[in-house]
């Protein structure tokens, strides 16, 4: 298994891991507690058919009853972002539904508190 290259031509990996951090953020305006990181080696399948892996380090954020992390998933077309939760700081943890990382704010705070169970009107 070969180390994963980032595969986007018109994103820059900065610019994704900016919007990460930006969705943190979301996360502490809403409550939730920094409270350790996770670190983790993602698989990935690539457009050839071959596997490849990358080194994910995830910040793991506790609001009210319960554990998030943001992680991402590589679309063809550009990655998206998704928040994953769990009662226990270990896991098992499960996705909520996925998101472009290129939302508008708005939007993507958006979909950040419709993950998160809150009123989004």
Known sequence: ??????????????????????????????????????NEIGTWTLKDGSNAYEEIEKHIWKRENEYIRVDRIYFSEKP????????????????????????PDIEFEYEIKYAL?????
């Open 1 to 38: 298994m070969k180390e994963f290259q980032w595969p986007y031509l018109n994103v820059s990996k900065e610019e994704f891991l900016v919007r990460i951090a930006f969705a943190e953020k979301i996360l502490q305006k809403y409550g939730a507690e920094y409270i350790g990181d996770h």
């Open 80 to 103: 998206f972002l998704v928040l994953e939760f769990s009662t226990k700081r270990e896991g098992p943890y499960e996705d909520a539904d996925p998101f472009p990382y290129d939302l």
């Open 117 to 121: 169970g809150l009123k989004t009107s």
